[in-house]
């Protein structure tokens, strides 16, 4: 653990996950965006991360003036490991973590977290991490629980995957503890483990809980475990039993939204960014008269002031904005550009974000340009300026399988461009209309596509960089859309709203 920055009190603390100050984009953004939109308030940042090694080796953001607190946990690195000391450990704490076990195992049963695993003391004083790593009760316990559960895997695998699962927990107590007094409130853009903390400090402290959810971190982690990107002891799939993956995957599953519900339990308000999500925090747990939405703002002046340097011209260039990632399926992306080439054969596809994050789906992503011959259309442009990017684009596309309520869209709709998307998170309501009044008289700002859908998505591309009547079309809607309902000032005022009245909440 490390302070970066401490200058004084904190108002609001704010834990990322993986995200501000070492990613760029998405939700890293939309802080950055909180923080400098609102300088009336005293930010702090508690960052968790994986390892040191996977982030960039500084911030990627200037601390505004009223970022006053940023400390960082990697969880994995060697330096946060707890020294190895055998002990014997407590079988009637065993007992206790016995009851956690099967609250998560059946946690569809049961409506809220147990309510003695959401104060710190049990995992100061019950089950600190020693007796969890390294007591002979622990190795009992999970010799036990593998036999008993399930036998047909091998328990090397299974007892490593119980060990990843629960490392993090003391690592996220550690923060906890070191940042409890600090903040008067505290802000998580996300369940999972920076919910966990805010949870673990409001149970401690009573300070409030807001939730912001960007996309539905649990059903994200669905993902991740379904496509093997998280699966931390991966092994060649020739020996790969179905039922190990089954049920490691379904411990992973299970974790996260015993955890995710934990956050709903405690959180207030529990806010989203589209209707969409909010039925779907609801479903998880949250209580509907708790959820709120909040969409996303961008900074129309800004990107507006773009307009004048498109050319006359409709850019044969097709845009996609976003990490080189997997959830982002640019194979599909790149599918879709070898088609729209044989129709439109001087069409440009650029892709602008980092491509360091999974470096082997990277190179396979190389590999298959390489394979369909489409080197000569497609470019790798790494981060860019996106003020820079999108007066030479033609489209804006997002191919991802999941998404929350992409910034880019409407970075894109302020700059002009139409946008075609697949069909997650808030994409169709941002690009054919959402439920605010007159929004969806408004018309159509790009075309809407199902996932992984080659030939929809290359019919898109090919009808608006060819069709001049409907280009404009879109792009009127567009411009029309954002300014009228996702500007930044709409954006800042509704948290400001949202913190005055915490503030006066916390007050009386």
């Known amino acids: 653990m490390k302070v970066l920055l401490d200058r004084g009190e904190v108002d609001i603390l704010i834990p990322c996950e993986g995200t501000y100050p070492y990613v760029r ?67 009637k704490n065993f007992e206790e973590v016995e009851k956690l076990y099967r609250w998560f195992r059946n946690n ?12 710190l003391d049990f995992y100061r004083n019950k089950i600190d991490e020693p007796s969890f790593l390294y007591s002979r009760e622990a190795w009992y316990f ?24 629960h490392i993090p927990i003391w690592k996220v107590v550690k923060l906890a503890n070191f940042v409890l007094h600090k903040g008067k409130i505290v802000h998580s853009p996300s369940t999972g483990y920076a919910g966990f903390l805010s949870t673990l400090i409001a149970n401690d402290t009573g300070k409030p809980f807001i939730l912001t959810e960007h996309g539905i971190y649990t059903k994200e982690r669905k993902i991740d475990l379904i496509s093997s990107s998280f699966n931390l002891y991966k092994k060649l ?77 409709i850019p044969k260039v097709i845009t996609l904005i976003g990490r080189v990632v997997s959830i982002k399926d640019i194979k599909t992306f790149i599918r879709a550009v070898r088609v729209t080439a044989n129709v439109i054969p001087d069409v440009e596809a650029w892709i602008v974000g980092p491509d360091d994050e999974e470096i082997a789906y990277a190179e396979e992503c190389r590999d298959l340009i390489e394979i369909l011959d489409v080197k000569e259309n497609i470019k790798f442009l790494g981060f860019q300026n996106i003020a820079d990017i999108l007066p030479k684009s033609g489209l804006q596309t997002l191919t991802s399988i999941s998404e929350g309520m992409p910034l880019v869209i409407l970075e894109g709709f302020a700059a002009g461009v139409p946008c075609v998307s697949t069909d ?18 408004l018309g159509k700002a790009g075309v809407i596509c199902q996932i992984a859908n080659v030939e929809e998505l290359s019919l898109a591309y090919i009808k608006l960089l060819t069709d001049e009547e409907a280009w404009y079309k879109a792009q009127k ?31 009386k």
């Not at 996977?54 to 490991?81: H, I, Q």
């Not at 999970?142 to 699962?165: A, G, M, T």
């Not at 309902?485 to 009245?501: A, H, M, P, W």
């Open 25 to 91: 984009g998405g939700v890293s953004s939309w802080i950055a965006q909180l923080i400098t939109g609102l300088p009336e308030y005293r930010f702090g940042i508690a960052f968790l991360g994986s390892r040191k090694s996977d982030y960039s080796p500084k911030p990627l953001f200037e601390f505004p003036d009223n970022l006053v607190f940023v400390v960082e946990l990697f969880m994995f690195d060697d330096n946060e490991k707890t020294p190895v000391k055998s002990k014997n450990g407590e079988a």
């Open 108 to 119: 569809q049963e049961e409506k809220d977290f147990p309510k003695k695993f959401k104060k």
């Open 142 to 165: 999970i010799s036990n629980k593998n036999q008993e559960n399930c036998p047909e895997i091998s328990f090397l695998d299974y007892f490593w995957s119980v060990r990843s699962i």
């Open 237 to 313: 799939d020739l020996f790969r039993e179905s039922a190990e993956d089954n049920y490691i995957q379904t411990m992973w599953v299970n974790f996260f939204e015993g955890i995710g519900k934990m956050s709903y339990s405690k959180a207030n308000p529990i806010l989203s960014l589209f209707s969409v999500a909010k039925e779907t925090q609801i479903a998880y747990g949250a209580k509907r008269e708790l959820c709120t939405v909040i969409p996303n703002g961008v900074d129309i002046q800004r990107l507006g002031a773009t307009l004048k340097y498109r050319p006359k011209d």
């Open 424 to 441: 997650v998170g808030s994409c169709k309501e941002l690009i054919y209309g959402g439920e605010q009044e007159g929004d969806r008289e």
């Open 477 to 507: 809607v567009a411009l029309e859309r954002v300014n009228r309902f996702y500007t930044q000032e709409i954006f800042l005022n509704n948290y400001r709203d949202v913190y005055k009245k915490t503030f006066e909440e916390l007050e």
